[in-house]
Nanobody, 120 residues
Framework: VQLVESGGGLVQAGGSLRLSCAASLSISTINAMGWYRQAPGNERELVTIISNLNSTYYADSVKGRFTVSRDNAKNTMYLQMSSLKPEDTAMYYC???????????????WGQGTQVTVSS
């Protein structure tokens, strides 16, 4: 599975951005997709997961501010980010399990990342 992120950029604190992750194949067969992020000097951290049944998980740090969704018709996953904070500044990566596999394989496929910078 090839994944291509887009939508990153520079935004002021309190602003919003929507990230997209386009997959190279039908995501209707992908059971688990998600987003990770990595800030300079930090380890990659899990932000959110969405299943093929649209069950979701969010890290506490983004709960209530970020919303993950997927559009199977467009083979695309989205991350709507609102009330952004400077600490949300990071490279954001899309991840996906191979078709037919589950959560244990979530990190098998990665996109190249898209940078999000939030100014104070």
């Amino acid at each position: 599975v090839q994944l291509v992120e887009s939508g990153g950029g520079l935004v002021q604190a309190g602003g919003s951005l929507r990230l997209s992750c386009a997959a190279s194949l039908s995501i209707s067969t992908i059971n688990a997709m998600g987003w990770y992020r990595q800030a300079p000097g930090n380890e990659r951290e899990l932000v959110t997961i969405i299943s093929n049944l649209n069950s979701t998980y969010y890290a506490d740090s983004v709960k209530g501010r970020f919303t993950v969704s997927r559009d199977n018709a467009k083979n695309t996953m989205y991350l709507q980010m609102s009330s952004l904070k400077p600490e949300d500044t990071a490279m954001y990566y899309c991840v996906a399990a191979p078709p037919g596999l589950g959560l244990a394989n979530l990190r098998d496929n990665w996109g190249q990342g898209t940078q999000v910078t939030v100014s104070s």
